[in-house]
């Protein structure tokens, strides 16, 4: 055996070394949606509190603080379905196809990545889900008092609007739905 066919044995088995990255980053995932899921039982223990408010400008003020920590558990499940797919992509892409994904007829609409192109589209799709929730979080906390602010409001939404058309119309057209 020379020296080059060691090396290369040894250069192909170093991709193993992102078994490092998949175990952490499902990690974190299980993380993200632990702590998103006690938020969600924070919300429900918290929700008498609605129907205890006379005030009408309380209640008003209960709503949008809610409506704000529900954002937050919607962003909270996207990063963990972001660091979900990272793990799962990288597995299939560096180790191994996932026998149980490649039997599953599910599979096909987050899984089967051929490539890192794969990876990032779907991660990239699952970024911009999150940023436009963060848009409507910030949307909701903020008070239009003027044309102007209903103005930026409208051109914020459509650049939302816009930056979701495109990445739709990328996916439909590029056969990445088609199983290819």
């Given at each position: 055996?020379?020296?080059?066919?060691l090396?290369?044995?040894?250069?192909?088995?170093?991709?193993?070394?992102?078994l490092?990255?998949?175990?952490?980053?499902?990690?974190?995932?299980?993380?993200?949606?632990?702590?998103?899921?006690?938020?969600?039982?924070?919300?429900?223990?918290?929700?008498?509190?609605?129907?205890?408010?006379?005030?009408?400008?309380?209640?008003?003020?209960?709503?949008?603080?809610?409506?704000?920590?529900?954002?937050?558990?919607?962003?909270?499940?996207?990063?963990?379905?972001?660091l979900?797919?990272?793990?799962?992509?990288?597995?299939?892409?560096?180790?191994?196809?996932?026998?149980?994904?490649?039997?599953?007829?599910?599979?096909?609409?987050?899984?089967?990545?051929?490539?890192?192109?794969?990876?990032?589209?779907?991660?990239?799709?699952?970024?911009?889900?999150?940023?436009?929730v963060?848009?409507?979080?910030?949307?909701?906390?903020?008070?239009?008092?003027?044309?102007?602010?209903?103005?930026?409001?409208?051109?914020?939404?459509?650049?939302?609007?816009?930056?979701?058309?495109?990445?739709?119309?990328k996916?439909?057209?590029?056969?990445?739905?088609?199983?290819?």
């Amino acid at each position: 055996m020379t020296l080059e066919r060691l090396f290369e044995g040894f250069l192909w088995k170093s991709r193993f070394l992102v078994l490092a990255a998949v175990i952490a980053s499902l990690a974190a995932a299980v993380v993200i949606t632990i702590i998103a899921s006690v938020d969600v039982w924070d919300l429900i223990i918290h929700l008498p509190g609605y129907f205890g408010h006379l005030d009408p400008e309380a209640r008003t003020e209960f709503r949008n603080t809610t409506v704000a920590h529900v954002v937050e558990i919607v962003d909270g499940y996207l990063l963990a379905a972001i660091l979900l797919i990272f793990s799962l992509g990288l597995y299939e892409l560096f180790i191994s196809d996932i026998d149980a994904a490649v039997e599953s007829k599910h599979a096909k609409r987050l899984l089967l990545i051929r490539s890192l192109d794969d990876l990032k589209d779907r991660l990239a799709k699952v970024v911009l889900l999150i940023l436009v929730v963060k848009f409507f979080q910030f949307a909701a906390r903020i008070k239009y008092d003027t044309a102007l602010d209903l103005l930026y409001l409208s051109l914020g939404t459509l650049g939302v609007a816009g930056a979701l058309y495109l990445s739709h119309g990328k996916s439909s057209s590029d056969g990445s739905d088609s199983g290819h």
